[in-house]
């Protein structure tokens, strides 16, 4: 069964540090990636998606991802955290062929102090 | 901006109850899912609907079920609660097959 591993639960880093948050999927066929963010009491929301192309894509306030077809990873940096970064990061891939759900990994939960 | 609507931000019902969960989006939207979500778990889809009438079966569709009777509207239905039922309910819509979820603000369940 096809699977997303996010390797870090909680994550905890002062402002300006850098961040790498890892995923891994299990899924040897055409696949679509995506990082969601959940901020405390709000909804989640795209942080940044990649479908083809480039294999390092950009998204909303600084973060990037790179896509390594060989490591079957999309991870998530972004090179100095602020405070308002604090949120649960979720890495999800759209596997193709059915009808296209979206899997969830566990959720990383970082903690950015000032 | 696509809006996604949970009628209810809170619950609380008792075991054996039937609770229902409604969503509803206004982008005209072909794709409806419903998720549970836990803590370490993340999210795990339920169910999901493709077209009016039409739904299938998530990863974990025990103890659930759902109705769209309506393309806007995507209700998730648990005919009798059961306190590991107690979570985070989260309805998405989407547009194209391979584009991304927009998700409601959650429903939060306590089966008591």
């Known amino acids: 069964a096809q699977s997303v591993s996010q390797h870090n639960h909680h994550v905890i880093l002062s402002e300006a540090a850098s961040l790498e948050l890892g995923c891994n999927y299990s899924?040897?066929?055409?696949?679509?990636l995506f990082w969601y963010v959940q901020y405390p009491g709000q909804h989640l929301q795209l942080l940044l998606k990649?479908?083809?192309?480039?294999?390092l894509v950009k998204g909303i306030k600084g973060f990037e991802a790179e896509f390594i077809k060989s490591k079957f990873s999309f991870n998530l940096r972004k090179p100095s955290v602020q405070w308002s970064d604090t949120a649960e990061y979720f890495c999800a891939v759209n596997v193709s062929g059915g009808y296209n759900k979206l899997i969830f990994g566990a959720g990383t939960r970082l903690a950015v102090h000032p | 901006d696509v809006k996604v609507t949970q009628s209810s931000r809170y619950l609380v019902k008792r075991t054996g109850e039937k609770v229902f969960l409604e969503c509803v989006q206004d982008?005209?939207?072909?794709?409806m899912f419903w998720y549970r979500q836990d803590p370490g778990l993340g999210l795990r889809l339920i169910y999901f609907?493709?077209?009016?009438?039409?739904?299938e079966k998530g990863d974990i569709p025990e103890g659930y079920s759902v109705s769209r009777e309506k393309k806007e509207r995507f209700s998730l239905i648990l005919e009798s609660a059961s306190t590991n039922q107690t979570s985070m309910y989260l309805c998405a819509s989407r547009g194209a097959v391979t584009g991304e979820l927009f998700f409601g603000e959650g429903s939060r369940l306590t089966v008591l």
């Open positions: 982008m005209d939207h072909e794709n």
């Open positions: 899924y040897g066929g055409t696949v679509n």
């Open positions: 990649y479908f083809s192309g480039d294999p």
């Open positions: 609907s493709y077209d009016v009438k039409m739904k």
